[in-house]
């Protein structure tokens, strides 16, 4: 089957670099999102990755490994405002988007 | 209004309650989604819309039917629902008709309690 797995809850000081891994298994794939959700609001889109390397964009960058099954999500200079959670999405062959079940990622002073 | 937008915001309603979900974009998409979110579980897609057909209906029970009379409204209608049903339903648009490897804008959400 298909399968999207990202940690569940992930703590962090503010200032400081966090990674945010995803995994994936699934049938094809036709690039990667990372979206973040705060709490009581809409997803709001981050990064869309097809190929391989990093790609950055301000203080958050992603990567992605296609033939490790892998990506990450790299938040630079934490603020207070960066809890929330982030999920992870892969497009299969398919053009179906695989969803992970999110990281909730908290930020103390 | 800008970008997406649900009402309500918040839905109670009993086992034996009809209600509707209405969404709206305001991005000249023309592609619009129904997903389900429960916690810490994945985002499950419900239906998928293209150019106001239904293209996507991932084996979603029959009490939840869903509407698309243009493509800038999308309405998914309740009935007899159970309380499992419980949770945020989210709309969702993109650009290209289908393609989910296009960025998609999402709605706030209407948070669902089926007593």
């Known amino acids: 089957g298909q399968n999207i797995d990202q940690p569940t809850e992930m703590t962090a000081t503010e200032g400081a670099i966090v990674q945010i891994n995803c995994t994936y298994q699934t049938s094809g794939f036709n690039g990667l999102f990372w979206y973040q959700q705060h709490a009581g609001e809409a997803p709001t889109f981050l990064s869309y990755n097809v190929l391989d390397g990093l790609e950055e964009k301000g203080r958050f960058s992603s990567f992605l490994s296609r033939s490790k099954g892998y990506s990450y999500l790299l938040l630079k200079e934490l603020q207070m405002k960066d809890s929330a959670s982030y999920l992870c999405?892969?497009?299969?062959?398919?053009?179906?988007?695989?969803w992970g079940a999110g990281t909730k990622l908290i930020i103390k002073p | 209004e800008t970008g997406v937008t649900q009402t309500p915001r918040h839905l109670v309603m009993g086992m034996t309650n009809k209600k509707s979900l209405k969404c709206e974009q305001h991005?000249?998409?023309?592609?619009m989604y129904w997903y389900k979110q429960s916690a810490k579980k994945p985002l499950e897609l419900m239906f998928v819309?293209?150019?106001?057909?239904?293209?996507e209906n991932n084996s979603v029970p029959s009490r939840f039917s869903p509407e698309c009379p243009n493509s800038s409204h999308l309405f998914l209608h309740l009935h007899t629902l159970q309380p499992e049903d419980s949770a945020l339903y989210l709309c969702?648009?993109?650009?290209?008709?289908?393609?989910?490897?296009?960025?998609?804008?999402f709605g706030p959400g209407t948070r669902l309690t089926v007593t």
């Open positions: 819309y293209s150019l106001e057909e239904r293209v």
């Open positions: 999405a892969v497009v299969d062959s398919n053009y179906q988007l695989i």
């Open positions: 969702a648009s993109s650009q290209v008709p289908g393609d989910p490897s296009y960025e998609q804008y």
């Open positions: 991005l000249g998409h023309n592609a």
